[in-house]
Nanobody
Framework: QVQLAESGGGLVQAGGSLRLSCAAS????????MGWYRQGPGNQRELVAT???????NYADSVKGRFIISRENAKNTVYLQMHRLNPEDTALYYC???????????WGQGTQVTVTS
């Protein structure tokens, strides 16, 4: 099993920045990619950004140029640095890991990000 511990959400004014962190523990050798999804009010869960253990990244178009994903493989931790936040970024942000060998994807409990105008 893999467990995820998220931190770093909060309330910020438009134009501000936040950094999210997610530390994985347990069977971390099975992890192939780590990343973030989000679900805003009335919306479906959507991709924000992911990074493989080889360093390949994938970003949603809506966050390109504003958000940066990074990963410390030795600590099994992924970060999401968010800049120039706007109210449309308000959502529950979920850390997630994609695993090898057919093991199921794991989701964190989510951390709330609220951006006020």
């Amino acid at each position: 099993q893999v467990q995820l511990a998220e931190s770093g959400g909060g309330l910020v004014q438009a134009g501000g920045s936040l950094r999210l962190s997610c530390a994985a523990s347990g069977s971390t050798s099975s992890i192939r990619s780590m990343g973030w999804y989000r679900q805003g009010p009335g919306n479906q869960r959507e991709l924000v950004a992911t990074m493989t253990d080889g360093g390949s990244t994938n970003y949603a178009d809506s966050v390109k140029g504003r958000f940066i994903i990074s990963r410390e493989n030795a600590k099994n931790t992924v970060y999401l640095q968010m800049h120039r936040l706007n109210p449309e970024d308000t959502a529950l942000y979920y850390c997630t890991v994609e695993r090898r060998w057919g093991f199921p994807r794991v989701w964190g409990q989510g951390t709330q990000v609220t951006v006020t105008s």
